[in-house]
């Protein structure tokens, strides 16, 4: 059964400072993986998507790896700002198209 | 258009009330997802249609009763919920999830008192 982790749970950071997320999973064997924003009560935006056969995908300030082979990816944000507070989520596409989601890191940037 | 929309944003229902939260696309999606979300939890997968027959009950009690009327229109009828179902349920689309992934809508918060 895929489990998904990610670590910290949660990170308070000073505005202008990078942001690094992590990710794991357990089996290797996934499609593609996708990074989804949170705001509180709000839906998922997705970020990011990542094939398997990729190592990393950017958008703007947004980088994403992966590793697919150690079961791992990393969300980078760079010169974090305020609007950046939130909750990120990834999740891994896997046979069955079963999607399945870490626990999600509570961002806050302080001004 | 590449948004899906859920109605209606927010939801207070009683134990003993019917009710019905709809989602929406137009993207020529032919997946649609529910999910429901306790509080700091991340999404649960409760339903999947797939060219608007459902293909995935994830044993969700028959107080939710998911209905797919085409394949722009996903809704999910609530009857005789209990205080604990109180959540976000949000709603997905996918055309090619292995391609494409995820597109997520808004949700909607529901209270059930």
């Known amino acids: 059964k895929q489990e998904v982790t990610q670590i910290p749970a949660a990170l308070s950071v000073p505005e202008g400072e990078n942001l690094v997320l992590n990710c794991s999973f357990t089996d290797s064997a996934i499609y593609n993986l996708q990074w989804f924003r949170q705001d509180p009560g709000k839906g998922l935006t997705s970020l990011l998507l990542i094939q398997s056969s990729q190592r990393e995908q950017t958008s703007g300030r947004l980088n994403a790896s992966l590793d697919k082979s150690s079961g791992r990816s990393t969300l980078y944000i760079a010169a974090s700002q305020p609007g950046d507070s939130a909750t990120y989520l990834c999740?891994?596409?896997?046979?069955?198209?079963?999607?399945?989601f870490g626990g999600g890191t509570r961002v806050l940037v302080k001004p | 258009d590449t948004e899906v929309t859920q109605t209606p944003k927010h939801l207070v229902m009683g134990m003993t009330n019917k009710k019905s939260l709809k989602c929406e696309q137009h993207?020529?999606?032919?997946?649609m997802y529910w999910y429901k979300q306790k509080a700091k939890k991340p999404p649960e997968l409760m339903f999947v249609y797939s060219y608007e027959k459902l293909s995935i009950n994830e044993s969700v009690p028959s107080r939710f009763s998911p209905e797919c009327p085409n394949s722009s229109l996903l809704n999910l009828h609530l009857h005789a919920l209990q205080p604990e179902d109180s959540a976000l349920y949000l709603c997905a689309s996918s055309q090619d999830p292995r391609n494409y992934g995820y597109t997520f809508g808004s949700g909607t918060r529901l209270t059930v008192v």
């Open positions: 993207m020529g999606h032919r997946a």
């Open positions: 999740a891994v596409l896997a046979a069955g198209n079963k999607l399945t």
